[in-house]
């Protein structure tokens, strides 16, 4: 387990224990860590959800926490993290929507969510996050259509949404970010009666 009395280091600004078979939650206690910047905790057997409080750390850059077992929500809270850059959530059995205050984490770059059971529909605004560049939201249980907000993001790179319940066609105006930064672009519009059109995507699954 991760040992809650991590939390007097005040001062620690990178925290790695990736890989190394730890189980149990994630201490809430980490929050008390003001100067963190990168958590890395990817690769181990850690369970339990996602305490509201981890995301007051308005310092922290990157983190870490894909291949584990975290289970429940991602907090609305996750909207305080004002500072983060990299989100890496995958490979876990998280449930629920993907709030919609992803929206207001304006510095973020990567986010990765895939392979979850994630619900819902994409946040209405989640063309807010301009400095997006890798998205992968794909193999959940997501439905509804593409937010329009995402033609405003102009640095995405990498956009996966295949594998769920997303339905309809890839809109002329997102297909024209693929003009620009856009080069990998997936959904499930593979087939006679895709479930998605998509003319512009680089694969169809």
């Known amino acids: 387990t991760i040992p809650p009395g991590l939390s007097s280091l005040e001062a620690l600004e990178v925290l790695y224990l990736d890989s190394n078979e730890l189980s149990g939650s994630i201490p809430y206690q980490l929050s008390k860590l003001r100067s963190l910047e990168e958590l890395h905790l990817h690769r181990n057997e850690l369970e339990g959800t996602l305490s509201p409080s981890l995301f007051t750390l308005d310092r922290l850059t990157q983190f870490y926490a894909d291949h584990n077992r975290i289970s429940g929500s991602i907090p609305d809270e996750i909207g305080g993290l004002r500072s983060i850059q990299q989100i890496y959530l995958y490979e876990n059995a998280l449930t629920s929507s993907i709030p919609p205050s992803i929206s207001d984490l304006s510095s973020l770059e990567r986010f990765r969510v895939e392979y979850n059971m994630l619900s819902g529909a994409l946040p209405y605004d989640l063309g807010s996050n301009l400095r997006l560049e890798y ?17 405003q993001m102009i640095n995405l790179q990498t956009f996966h949404f295949s594998g769920n319940n997303i339905k309809g066609s890839v809109s002329e105006e997102i297909c024209k970010l693929t003009e620009d930064n856009l080069v990998e672009l997936t959904a499930d519009c593979k087939g006679d009666e895709p479930r998605f059109e998509c003319s512009c995507c680089s694969e169809c699954l």
Do not use: Y
Not at 135 to 151: I, K
């Open 135 to 151: 998205l992968s939201v794909n193999a959940n249980n997501l439905r509804g259509d593409l937010p329009e907000s995402m033609r």
